[in-house]
């Protein structure tokens, strides 16, 4: 049997799907109506225990794709930090970490800060201490001679001023 090429199902693929299998559908049957093998049904299905993920939805505290494409017209205007967030009716630090987050004033584009933030705001995240050994350790430590967490925090801001 030849192997396809994986294919990026839109999330209108993906609810016809999860309909089907709420429907009862099997995966096979499901596979077939995209003229798919059933592994590739499989994936989509099972990356959540086989139940329908929730929509995902923003923040409303959090800057949408009109605000970001105003920065992004301000920067190209050279407006000032402060005259883009008066515009956007938000605080001018909001604009400063957009901007810095998202590649600066140089290459600052809206469409790609958008698809960044969208990203960044995948749940769950990993723990920092799990990819880091080292502080996990220390952490650990500090727990076990009943340390509290701000004092531990304290510590290792003090310890290692450079290091976030």
């Known amino acids: 049997m030849k192997r396809r090429p994986r294919i990026n199902y839109t999330d209108t693929q993906k609810t016809l799907m999860w309909d089907r299998w709420q ?19 499989r ?72 698809d960044a933030a969208w990203q960044r705001a995948l749940r769950p995240k990993v723990c920092k201490l799990a990819g880091r050994p080292f502080l996990a350790r220390v952490v650990t430590e500090k727990l076990q001679i009943e340390w509290s967490p701000e004092q531990i925090a304290g510590w290792l801001k003090q310890q290692y001023p450079d290091d976030e």
């Open 23 to 41: 429907k009862g559908d099997s995966i096979h049957d499901i596979a077939r109506l995209f003229d798919r093998h059933h592994p590739s049904i």
């Open 43 to 114: 994936r989509i299905l099972t990356e959540n225990g086989g139940f329908r993920p929730r929509q995902r939805k923003r923040s409303p505290l959090a800057l949408t794709l009109a605000e970001r494409e105003v920065i992004s017209r301000g920067l190209a205007s050279q407006l000032s930090m402060r005259e883009i967030a008066f515009q956007l009716g938000r605080s001018p630090s909001t604009v400063s970490r957009e901007i810095q987050r998202n590649g600066g004033y140089a290459s600052y584009r809206a469409s790609s800060a958008e």
